[in-house]
C-alpha cells in the first residue's frame, strides 16, 4: 500500500502529527521506529472514533425485543422488561459478565470508540463493567444506577445505600490512567439518578454534593423523555413535592444541583421553551436517541432549537430502547427524524385534512403515583397543562392548509449527514465534555480512531464503490451504507483494540473480572458470584 496520509501516534496514544502532503511514505519512514503511524490509502479514511452519549450495558441483553410497550406505569416497559433484566445481572455474574462484554466488543466493533453508559443498581456488577472496559479498551464514562422510590421493591435501594455505594464506585475508579499519569483514565466514574421519578429530593441532593466534593464528577441521568415521564413528574409534584411548584423534570434536577457543565441529559424531546434556556444557561448536554424516541418519546427532539439556543447536543444508541448499538445507526435516525419533523408526517398537513385530538380523544389524566410502581398513562392521553408550561398535544399541528402551509409554518429542523456525523464525533465529545481529550483528528488529541476501508470486499461490505468514487463519495456511502465489515481497525488511546475483526486481546472469562474484583476490592473481602 502507498500511504496517501498517515497519523503519527506518541507513545502515550496523542496525535503527534498528521501527514496528508509530499511523499508520505519517505516522511514515515524517516520518523523510524520512535513513533507509531497509522498510513491509510484510498478509497481508505481514518476518522474519528464514534461517541455514544447514552447507553445501557445490561439492556443489550434484550436488544432488538420488547418495543411494544409505553415507557411508565406497572405494566410499561421498565417494569416489563428492563427491572427483571438489570436485576439480573446482580444474581447471576457470569451472565453479567457476558452481556457486558458482549456489548463492549459489539459497540468497539461498531466504531464507538467513547461511550458513556448506565450500570445498574447494583455496585459489583457495574465494578465489572470497568473491569471489562478496561480489559477491551474502550474509553468509557460508567455509572451505578440510583433508584430510591417508585420502583420496583427487589429493585430498589434505600437512600443511604444508593449513596454509600455510588461513593464506593467512585473510589473504585482510578481517576488517572495508570500508564500516563495526570492524564484522564481511560473508564471515568459518574454520577447517574436513573431519572427523577425514581429518585427522591434527598438522594438527588446527595448525589449532586458527591459530584462536587470529588472535583466535578459527570453526571448522567434522563429528561422530558416522554408524555408519561413528563405526567408522572407533575403528579409527583402535585402529591410529594420534590421541589414544589417545579413540576418539571429538568427544574428538579436544577433546584438539586444536578445541572451542571458536566451533565448529560438523555431524550429531553418534550423541554419547554425555558428549559431549553435553563440547560444553555448550565452548559449542561444532550444526549439526543432518535431511535429510542420513535418507540418511547412521543416527539422528535428539535435538534437544531437546542443548538441555535446554544444546547451541546450529543448522539446516543440508548440500548435497548433503541435497538441498534450502532452509532451509524444514530445518525441515519437522526437525519430522518429530522426530515419528518421538517416535513411533516401526515399527508393532511399537506393539504389540510380534518382536524381531531387524535384516537385517544380529550384530555385525560389517570391517577396519581402509587407506592412502589412507576404510574403508567395511556399514552393517548396527555395531561392537562399546569405551571404555565404549554399542554403536550398528540396529533398534527393545527391550521395546515392546502399546499403545505403548515409545513411553510415549521422552523427549520432538518440535520444532515454531515451534521450528524458531527454530533456522532466532536459533538458528541463536547456533550461529554470530552472535546479536549477526543472527537477529532487534531494534533494533542486522543488517537481515538477508526481506519476505514469502503466496501473493501462487496461480500463483506454492506456496499459498493465504482471507479470515480471520490473520497468524499466513499465517506458519504459509509455513513449511509456502511457496517462493521468497512471497519478495518479501530483505536482508542492509540492502542489498536481491534483490527480485521481480531481483538487485540483474548475473551475476558467470569473468573478473571472476579479476580481483578477481589485484588481491586482489597480487605473488604472475596467477591463471589451468586
Ligand atoms: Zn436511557
Not at 285 to 314: I, T, W
Amino acid at each position: 500500500m502507498v500511504p496517501e496520509a498517515a497519523v503519527v501516534v506518541y507513545g502515550d496514544g496523542t496525535i503527534q502529527d498528521i501527514l496528508v502532503t509530499g511523499d508520505v511514505r519517505a516522511q514515515v519512514r524517516e520518523l523510524g521506529p520512535v513513533s507509531k503511524t497509522v498510513p491509510v490509502a484510498a478509497p481508505g479514511f481514518i476518522m474519528p472514533g464514534l461517541v455514544d452519549c447514552h447507553i445501557h450495558a445490561p439492556q443489550y441483553a434484550f436488544t432488538g425485543t420488547g418495543l411494544d410497550l409505553p415507557l411508565m406505569g406497572p405494566h410499561g416497559w421498565l417494569e416489563t422488561y428492563t427491572f427483571p433484566v438489570e436485576r439480573r445481572m446482580v444474581m447471576d455474574m457470569a451472565h453479567a459478565v457476558r452481556v457486558y462484554s458482549a456489548v463492549v466488543k459489539r459497540t468497539l466493533r461498531s466504531g464507538t470508540t467513547t461511550a458513556a453508559y448506565f450500570g445498574t443498581l447494583h455496585l459489583l456488577p457495574t465494578k465489572a463493567l470497568v473491569v471489562i472496559l478496561q480489559h477491551y479498551g474502550q474509553r468509557a464514562l460508567v455509572g451505578k444506577v440510583c433508584m430510591d422510590r417508585h420502583s420496583p421493591e427487589n429493585y430498589c435501594q434505600p437512600l443511604e445505600e444508593n449513596l454509600r455505594e455510588t461513593q464506593e464506585f467512585v473510589a473504585f475508579c482510578p481517576p488517572t490512567m495508570p500508564t500516563a499519569p495526570g492524564a484522564a483514565a481511560l473508564v471515568q466514574p459518574c454520577i447517574t439518578p436513573r431519572f427523577v421519578p425514581a429518585c427522591s429530593s434527598e438522594l438527588q441532593r446527595g448525589l449532586a454534593s458527591l459530584a462536587e466534593e470529588h472535583g466535578g464528577l459527570h453526571i448522567q441521568t434522563h429528561v422530558a423523555e416522554s408524555i408519561d415521564e413528563v405526567a408522572f413528574c407533575r403528579l409527583l409534584d402535585e402529591r410529594e413535592p420534590t421541589c414544589p411548584g417545579y413540576g418539571r423534570d429538568a427544574s428538579i434536577l436544577d433546584a438539586h444541583g444536578l445541572l451542571t457543565s458536566k451533565t448529560i441529559l438523555a431524550h429531553g424531546c418534550h423541554l419547554s421553551p425555558a428549559e431549553i434556556t435553563l440547560l444553555a444557561a448550565r452548559s449542561s448536554s444532550v444526549a439526543h436517541c432518535p431511535l429510542s424516541n420513535a418507540y418511547f418519546a412521543d416527539a422528535v427532539l428539535p435538534v437544531r432549537r437546542l443548538l441555535e439556543a446554544g444546547v451541546r447536543v450529543g448522539l446516543g444508541s440508548d440500548v435497548a430502547g433503541g435497538y441498534e448499538p450502532s452509532m451509524l445507526a444514530a445518525i441515519r435516525a437522526c437525519v430522518i427524524s429530522s426530515k419528518f419533523l421538517q416535513a411533516g408526517v401526515d399527508h393532511y398537513d399537506h393539504i389540510g385534512g380534518p382536524t381531531t385530538s387524535g384516537p385517544g380523544g380529550p384530555v385525560t389524566s389517570t391517577g396519581g403515583p402509587s407506592p412502589g410502581a412507576l404510574e403508567g398513562r395511556n399514552r393517548s392521553s396527555p395531561p392537562a397543562s399546569t405551571h404555565g408550561e404549554p399542554p403536550l398535544k398528540r396529533g398534527r399541528p393545527s391550521g395546515g392548509g392546502v399546499g403545505g402551509a403548515a409545513n411553510n409554518l415549521r422552523e427549520p429542523s432538518e440535520v444532515g449527514f454531515k451534521e450528524a456525523f458531527f454530533l456522532a464525533t466532536a459533538g458528541g465529545a463536547r456533550a461529554l465534555a470530552m472535546e479536549d481529550t477526543v472527537g477529532s483528528l487534531e494534533v494533542g488529541q486522543a488517537f481515538d480512531a477508526l481506519v476505514v476501508q469502503p466496501g473493501r470486499s462487496s461480500q463483506r461490505s454492506g456496499l459498493d464503490l465504482f471507479p470515480g468514487d471520490s473520497l468524499e463519495t466513499a465517506v458519504e456511502k459509509f455513513l449511509h451504507c456502511g457496517d462493521d465489515r468497512d471497519i478495518s481497525q479501530v483505536y482508542v488511546q492509540g492502542r489498536q483494540v481491534l483490527c480485521d475483526g481480531a481483538f487485540d486481546c483474548d475473551d475476558i472469562q467470569v473468573d478473571a473480572v472476579l479476580q481483578a474484583l477481589s485484588a481491586r476490592t482489597g480487605s473488604e473481602g472475596k467477591v463471589e458470584p451468586n
